[in-house]
Structure formats: structure tokens, C-alpha cells
């Protein structure tokens, strides 16, 4: 098994598609020789993976490698639309860039799987994996089924991308915590210091105005942006500093009192100290 960490995954499509899964549909004890990604647009059915079994509806995302026996069934009465892309993390040259089939669990031959990977910085990903209200993927989805379809030119890469960004967004919410508390808390944050740029944001006045205690802010921040709570005001302030010195024709100094900032030597030192140069140059 190959060990690599999850930012450098460039993953290959194998096959992308919007599948209809009829009354009955049933695929039962198999494995895949790549790794497997289903989420459910709509319906319901049963998923199993190794020994563990799921009522999937909307929204339901199921991940895993090729190592895991898994079934898919639809009730008598149950329908799925599901989108199903099979795909390497990253492109082998001397593996087969076509379609896998799926192989029954007494002919699965580990020696056949494709670059088995575990991720030291996300290991959740090097096991079979089942997440909801993943509906925020859906769009990318739609477009990889699109694309993988059209095959025009370009159409590997821009589907590396393209489902690159699902699994990022995937991985995120793996690190963050699935559907706890503070990532709302974080989302809210956020955009209060976008909307009040000028206005105090201090961790103490942050805290009054969540009621949280400022240290917790600071620990959720931390953990959804990989910033202080400190740090990601001064970064907002000055991104929205660069933006007014290159679109209006405010001075340096108006500048650094409209987004916030006390001292104009705080300010020239902070953004200098992100981007590597003074406020002035971006003015010229």
C-alpha cells in the first residue's frame, strides 16, 4: 500500500456517470479494482460495506478502496439516482486508464488493485467511508458526469480538477467535524467580519457579540481555517486593503481607516508582512 499525504492526491476518472437504479437493482458481495465514490441525488437504497450497512437517501456519500466487499440494493419498491465515479488518487502510467469491472468477493485477487493508497494526514480516507448532507457536492458532480461524457479535449485533466476539489471539500469536512456546532459558529464569523471590515473586531468584542467565550472562537477558527481568530481578521483586512488600493483612488491612509486598522504604521507593517511588500507599491 502506498503512503502518501492527501494534498498531493491527483486522482485519474476512470468512469463518471449519473446511473438510475431500477426497482430491484442489485449488486451483491463484489469488489472493485479502484476506488469507488457514490453519492445518492435522490431515492433510496441499501449499502453495505464489509460488515457495515446503510440506509441511503439524498445526500448520502459512500467512499472506499478496493480492498472492501460492498453491495448496493434497491427494495421492491425503492428507486436511486446516484453518481458513481471510479478512479485512481493519482495516475499510474503502466495501469489500464479504461474502466474496471466489479469482481465477485471468491475472485478478488488483491494483487489486481490499483495504487491501494493510506493517507498519513487523513487516514478516514484509507478505509470505506460514509458521510450525509453531502448535497453541497451535488454541482461538481453534475459537472464531472457532463464532462466525462462530452470527451473533449482536455477532459482528464479538467476531470482531475474537478473531482480534486470534491474530494477536498470531502476531506475537509472530515477534518472539521461532521455536522457539529461549530462550523456554523465559524460560517457566521466570518461573515460578520466581512460585513463590519472597520468596525472592532477584537477577540473580546468577537466573543460579546457570539457570546462565546473568545478563546472558543479562537479554537473553532483555528480548527476551520487553520488561523487565529487575530490572525484571520488582519489577513481579511488587509486582502480587502489590496482590493481598495487597486480599484479606487483612496489614499494609503484612508485605506488603512477603512478597513479597520488604527495606525497606518500597524497597517503598512501587517501587510507588508503578508505580502511582501508595501501598501504604497500597489498604489503605483
Known amino acids: 500500500m502506498k503512503k502518501m499525504l492527501f494534498t498531493e492526491i491527483s486522482p485519474f476518472v476512470r468512469y463518471a456517470n449519473i446511473l438510475y437504479l431500477r426497482r430491484g437493482f442489485a449488486v451483491s458481495g463484489v469488489h472493485a479494482y479502484d476506488t469507488r465514490l457514490v453519492y445518492f441525488m435522490s431515492g433510496r437504497a441499501r449499502v453495505r460495506l464489509g460488515d457495515r450497512s446503510f440506509e441511503a437517501g439524498r445526500g448520502a456519500l459512500f467512499l472506499w478502496p478496493s480492498d472492501v466487499k460492498y ?43 490499483i495504487a491501494p493508497v493510506s493517507f498519513s494526514d487523513l487516514p478516514a480516507l484509507s478505509e470505506a467511508l460514509h458521510l450525509e448532507e453531502m448535497q453541497v457536492l451535488e454541482p461538481i458532480f453534475q459537472t464531472i458526469a457532463a464532462e466525462y461524457l462530452s470527451k473533449k479535449l482536455f477532459a482528464d485533466l479538467l476531470l482531475s480538477d474537478l473531482l480534486r476539489q470534491a474530494l477536498l471539500l470531502l476531506g475537509r469536512k472530515l477534518l472539521s467535524g461532521v455536522g457539529d456546532r461549530p462550523i456554523g459558529l465559524c460560517d457566521r464569523v466570518i461573515e460578520y467580519v466581512r460585513q463590519n471590515c472597520a468596525g472592532d473586531l477584537s477577540n473580546e468584542a468577537l466573543g460579546k457579540r457570539f457570546n462565546y467565550h473568545p478563546n472558543y472562537i479562537n479554537r473553532v477558527m483555528q480548527k476551520h481555517t487553520g488561523q487565529s481568530l487575530h490572525q484571520y481578521v488582519l489577513t481579511y483586512r488587509v486582502s480587502r486593503a489590496l482590493e481598495l488600493l487597486q480599484t479606487t483612488p483612496m489614499t494609503v491612509t484612508e485605506v488603512s481607516a477603512c478597513v479597520g486598522f488604527s495606525s497606518i504604521k500597524h497597517f503598512s507593517q501587517t501587510f507588508k508582512s503578508i505580502y511582501g511588500y508595501s501598501p504604497i507599491h500597489f498604489r503605483k
Open 71 to 113: 453491495s448496493i440494493v434497491c427494495g421492491a419498491d425503492d428507486e436511486a439516482k446516484v453518481m458513481m465515479v471510479n478512479f485512481d488518487y493519482f495516475a499510474v502510467p503502466a495501469a489500464p486508464r479504461r474502466p474496471q469491472p466489479t469482481v465477485p468477493d471468491r475472485r478478488y485477487d488483491p494483487q489486481k488493485a
